[in-house]
């Protein structure tokens, strides 16, 4: 985790923890790194659909973790858009 800004590494060591819960590290290491090679940002898994996201989380199992994964950055960039690009929706 060389070179990351603060922001980066706060997402990455929160997807290592919530990967972690009831996993052995052995199975998590793999599922991580494609993990973060596919979604190296909060804002690049806020893009990630839950089909793609169950996909990248099978084997791992325990499903809801994944899930929840998913809906903290979509609502993270939710809630962090201005009012007016809400609003012209």
């Known amino acids: 985790m060389r070179n990351l800004t603060p922001?980066?590494?706060a997402y990455a060591v929160w997807v290592s923890?919530?990967?972690c819960?009831?996993?052995q590290v052995?199975?998590?290491i793999d599922y991580y790194t494609r993990w973060m090679t596919k979604w190296p940002t909060v804002a690049a898994l806020s893009q990630a659909t839950e089909d793609e996201v169950q996909q990248m989380w099978a084997g791992l199992g325990?499903?809801?973790r994944g899930q929840?994964?998913?809906k903290g950055p979509q609502a993270f960039i939710l809630w962090s858009l201005p009012l007016?690009?809400?609003?012209s929706q």
């Open 26 to 28: 052995a199975t998590v």
């Open 7 to 9: 922001q980066q590494h």
């Open 62 to 64: 325990y499903y809801s």
């Open 17 to 19: 923890e919530i990967m």
């Open 21 to 23: 819960q009831q996993t």
């Open 84 to 87: 007016d690009i809400l609003n």
């Open 68 to 70: 929840r994964l998913l």
